[in-house]
């Protein structure tokens, strides 16, 4: 897995990846192994759930559709539960008065199930991910609605018990976005990227174009158009070609066979090695080369360009983007299509990711401290220490111990276990249009 969609190249298919496709186990597969019970909820890509020591309600990917052929839960039964929170996975629109009001709601829903279950039994580990926060900052950046969705936060974690150590993290940060660069279409502008059949298009997407152009022109988003005539005309979606082509639907518009180059959103690139053979690392760089140089209205579009073998290391590197492209301040990386390769800003987002997060450590035994910049790697091995676990010989992260008053004794190392599943990525449907929903595939 490298990103929400990955791009299998010898299909030339976008693929879904899911609890399955990883070759790795979890945090908590590993404090089972030391007879240490776990609460986790709502964790991204954690569908289909896995047997543990303890209980678990899958987060996004999961289906949305409560259906108990199909538990979101370990065990199964618990599902049963989940009626009493009237659990919702997922939602349609944050930006509808409606829809940011039931994100509030799930936003509690996850904390008032983890308060009833602690009350419930006893767990050594809880692990909860609180993902719309995430959504609304995406959409409202650092507006009112984020910072109430922050004070539900707030007041939740401050029900739980005193004597619970906290370990408050995220995976990112945000930045403003004002532009977005459509990599796909500079790929397509400059040959790398060959639509699926080409010569017939022009007309089209002169059409195409100049509609969406007119729609920007006025303030309206061409999505929430696109989004309403599908909600109210049967089969628009299916019948209309028009923009912005969506990244989850950018594999369907491309001749791969005949393309050297395909992005998704957020930075990812692949090349057709079977296409390019032994011009393969000649083309790279050029890419990479045109990339780094490129400027739109005099500024910088792209911070920084790495090649995938550079960041990324183990048995799937194949399988991996060729280039990573980490966008300049106020740009957003777009990985569908529209009619030009610079845009004022084709998602909804006011926000993008940041590299930067945030990690906060709270309890009676943490000292406080600066930490300075410290890894999201360093999570796992932290709690498994913190646990008196041994960490696993491949686990890239370093445990964080200076906060500690008293951190347990280190008992080294183990080998790492075997994942009880097999790597499955699909082609997932449901989890591209709840993707594309809240802005990542827009």
Known sequence: MFWWLDFDRERGVLTTPDARSFDTA??????SDEGIRSA??????????????????????????????????HPPSFQDRLEEYDWQVTIDDVTTDHGLERTYDIIRSRFELLLDVLAEDEYDYVHLTVFYINVLQHKFGDGPETRRGWEIIDEYVGKLDDDLTKIVYSDHGHSAVEYSFVVNRYLQERGYLVLDDEGNR?????????????????????????????????GFADRSPGYPIPTAEVDERIDWSASTALAVSQGPVYL????????????????????????????????????????YDGDHVDAGPDLLLVPADGWELYGGLTPTAFERSVSSWTSGNHPVGMLVLHGDDVSSTDLGERSLLDVMPTALRYLGCRVPTDVDG?????PFDAPEEER????????????NLIDGAEMRSRLRDIGYLE
């Open 26 to 31: 979890d945090v908590w597969d590993y404090l």
């Open 40 to 73: 986790v909820v709502n964790v991204p890509l954690t569908y289909p759930p896995g047997p543990l020591d303890g209980m678990m309600v899958s987060g996004f990917g999961a289906p949305f559709e409560l259906d108990i052929s199909s538990s979101i839960t």
């Open 202 to 234: 022009p007309i089209e997407e002169a059409v195409m174009g100049g509609t969406y152009r007119a729609l920007k022109s006025v303030g309206v988003s061409p999505n929430r158009v696109a989004r309403l005539l599908s909600n109210v005309v049967p």
């Open 272 to 311: 057709n090695r079977d296409r390019l053979d032994g011009d393969y690392e000649r083309v790279r760089e050029s890419i990479a080369d045109e990339l780094r140089s490129l400027t739109h209205d005099g500024r910088p579009v792209v911070d920084e360009v790495r090649y995938g073998a550079d960041v």
């Open 398 to 402: 370093v445990a964080i111990t200076e």
């Open 412 to 423: 080294g190392y183990r080998e790492p276990i075997e994942p009880s599943s097999s790597r």
